[in-house]
């Protein structure tokens, strides 16, 4: 289990968002963002290309265009950009 103090300092990686525990996955509060982190371990694993990206208009897993920098939807083509 993550304890307080770590969770507390814990942001997106890809937004800089806080971060909150939901069961054994850290979740992006940023309601555009939405980033699910699993924890193996008890490390989280704070990677964007191995999150879940579901998109927040059609719930769709966006890709993740590393050189963009963005988070697109193939089925909507919802985008967030990640943090500058």
């Known amino acids: 289990m993550i304890k307080k103090g770590v969770l507390d300092i814990l942001a997106c990686p890809l937004c800089k968002a806080d971060i909150k525990l ?3 996955v850290l979740v992006c ?16 694993i704070m990677l964007i290309d191995e999150a879940e990206r579901p998109c927040p ?4 897993q966006r890709d993740w ?7 697109k939807c193939p089925k ?3 985008e967030l950009r990640g943090y500058q």
């Open 22 to 24: 939901e069961g054994n």
């Open 29 to 44: 509060a940023n309601h555009q963002c939405l980033c699910r982190y699993r924890i193996e371990d008890d490390i989280p």
């Open 57 to 60: 208009k059609c719930n769709t």
């Open 65 to 71: 265009l590393e050189e963009k920098n963005l988070l």
């Open 76 to 78: 909507c083509g919802c």
